[in-house]
């Protein structure tokens, strides 16, 4: 069992960065592959990132590489992401995902979902 709990989210101008955090509880953490996925108003949810257990892989999406990063911190239960050059299109609630299988996460077949924190990007 893993529960997520997310922060850091905000209102930032356009170009800003923000870090989101998600701390998880459950001894089955640094196993586990973690991921970050979002959700805009009228949209469907979509893939942002995604961490191996051992942070050996990472991906990301398209409409975010080279501007955000995923890492995490098994001796902390946290996961993060880091987001630089934010634009108003990444206006969403980003949610924190974990799942036993990394492959699996990324397509959204996930074990256990973080409850949301909300981003807004002004222009």
């Known amino acids: 069992q893993v529960q997520l709990e997310e922060s850091g989210g905000g209102l930032v101008q356009a170009g800003g960065s923000l870090r989101l955090s998600c701390a998880a509880s459950?001894?089955?953490?640094?196993?586990?592959?973690m991921g970050w996925f979002r959700q805009a108003p009228g949209k469907e949810r979509e893939f942002v990132a995604a961490?191996?257990?051992?942070?050996?892989?990472?991906n990301v999406a398209d409409s975010v590489k080279g501007r955000f990063t995923i890492s995490r911190d098994n001796t902390r239960n946290t996961l993060y992401l880091q987001m630089n050059s934010l634009k108003p299109d990444d206006t969403a609630v980003y949610y924190c995902?974990?799942?036993?299988?990394?492959?699996?996460?990324?397509?959204?077949?996930?074990?256990?979902w973080g409850q949301g924190t909300q981003v807004t990007v002004s222009s």
């Open positions: 995902a974990a799942d036993a299988n990394f492959v699996r996460l990324q397509r959204g077949v996930v074990g256990y």
């Open positions: 459950g001894r089955t953490f640094s196993s586990v592959a």
């Open positions: 961490i191996n257990w051992s942070s050996a892989i990472t």
